[in-house]
Nanobody, 119 residues
Framework: VQLQASGGGLVQPGGSLRLSCAAS????????MGWYRQTPGKQRELVAT???????TYADSVKGRFTISGDFAKNTVDLQMNSLKPEDTAVYYC??????????????WGQGTQVTVSS
């Protein structure tokens, strides 16, 4: 399974960016997709996730500013980021929780895309 993310870049505080991610490969089914982020010296942290049932989870720090959406017919997930703050600066990683035919699940990660919020 491969995850291809796009949409990162440099934006001024208060601006917006949209991240997109597409999963491809030998996918039996996907349980959930999401976005995580990481800054140097810190652990990777959850930003937002969405399940195939439409349930969403957000980090408290992004609630009301970020919106996650998924199209599981296409195995894609987007993250709309508004009102960006300098503390949102990080490498953002796409994640997919995939279920195998025999029932077990595995986590897959994209290559990461840099988001920099700075004036």
């Amino acid at each position: 399974v491969q995850l291809q993310a796009s949409g990162g870049g440099l934006v001024q505080p208060g601006g917006s960016l949209r991240l997109s991610c597409a999963a491809s490969g030998n996918i039996f089914s996907i349980n959930a997709m999401g976005w995580y982020r990481q800054t140097p010296g810190k652990q990777r942290e959850l930003v937002a996730t969405i399940t195939t049932g439409g349930s969403t989870t957000y980090a408290d720090s992004v609630k009301g500013r970020f919106t996650i959406s998924g199209d599981f017919a296409k195995n894609t997930v987007d993250l709309q980021m508004n009102s960006l703050k300098p503390e949102d600066t990080a490498v953002y990683y796409c994640n997919a929780v995939c279920r195998h035919w025999y029932g077990a699940t595995s986590d897959y990660w994209g290559q990461g895309t840099q988001v920099t919020v700075s004036s």
